[in-house]
């Protein structure tokens, strides 16, 4: 019993001093966010501001489109939520539960697709975006993505196998046809799945940094990553307003993960049952 107990605290310790490493780069950051440039530029540097500067957030308004980036940001990954959603759940359900020819070769194709470099399409990408018309707007940003990806059809395929076959069988003695049962049936009981795959598309579509500046000329067309990049400029010798849109750029994830956290961790909770 002592054993297990000194074990116990000794996991305690590990995670809290685990916590705090990982935490102490966003406190110094928002600690920075709050200072003067004075204090921001001081050797050696102080943690915490004399006076927490809560204008410099304000500010950040002021020297730039930053509603306008935000903007942008929200349009694209809600439509890449959305696209991703349909199309991989879509897709993944037709891996899972329909019987067609090539059915595991093809599987395997598309989960030979993840390694892939990005970096290796991109040019593809580009040319046909160009073809289309397509660069210098959000299009391209945000359309691939219903065109069901390969990690978002593994993961819903995943789950559409863990859900009992049973379920499917009543559907059909129901007279449910095949689109029918994956409306009704699966995806209701998909619910953790898709709010973590809305999770990793949201993050990943908000952070993206490399096709905006690769498809995007206009500043009136910039997300919020490279929008802020491309303010440095004019935020020269008030390098804490960046920190401070940086510190913002942050609040959406926060409350997008806050939101889906019961099904996420309904998620982890079923995977662990089974």
């Known amino acids: 019993m002592r054993k297990q107990g000194s074990l116990k605290i000794l996991g305690y310790i590990t995670i809290m001093i685990s916590s705090l490493i990982m935490v102490t780069p966003f406190i110094a950051a928002l600690m920075n966010s709050l200072k003067t440039y004075k204090e921001y530029m001081a050797v050696p540097p102080r943690w915490v501001p004399e ?5 410099n957030y304000t500010e950040v308004f002021q020297l730039g489109s930053f509603g306008l980036f935000t903007l942008n940001s929200f349009v694209i990954a809600i439509l890449s939520i959305v696209g ?9 359900f037709a891996f899972a539960r329909l019987r067609f020819p090539l059915k595991k070769t093809l599987f395997l194709m ?14 593809p990408h580009f040319i046909i975006f160009d073809s289309m018309h397509m660069l210098d707007t959000l299009m ?3 359309i691939i993505e219903w065109l069901a990806q ?14 009992p076959s049973e379920y499917e069988e009543s559907a059909k003695m129901e007279g449910c046809n095949p689109f029918q049962v994956y409306r009704r049936i699966y995806l209701p009981m998909a619910k953790p799945i898709l709010a973590t795959l809305a999770i990793f598309t949201f993050m990943t579509k908000w952070n993206e940094i ?8 206009s500043e009136n067309k910039f997300t919020l990553p ?10 020269f010798g008030n390098e804490q307003y960046m920190v401070a849109a940086a510190i913002m750029s942050l609040i959406p994830i926060l409350i997008v993960f806050l939101f889906a956290e019961k099904y996420f961790v309904q998620n982890h909770s079923s995977s662990g049952i089974k």
């Not at 991703?84 to 993944?92: A, E, K, R, W």
């Not at 490399?210 to 000329?217: E, F, G, Q, S």
């Not at 490279?226 to 935020?235: A, F, K, R, T």
């Open 51 to 55: 006076a927490f500067q809560w204008s």
């Open 84 to 92: 991703s959603l349909i199309s991989c759940s879509m897709v993944g």
């Open 110 to 123: 598309v989960l030979g697709t993840m390694m892939i470099p990005p970096i290796v399409i991109i040019i």
């Open 140 to 142: 391209p940003l945000w």
């Open 150 to 163: 390969p990690f978002g059809i593994f993961l819903m395929r995943q789950a559409f196998l863990s859900i």
């Open 210 to 217: 490399l096709a905006p500046v690769i498809y995007l000329t």
């Open 226 to 235: 490279i929008g802020i990049l491309s303010l440095g400029g004019q935020w």
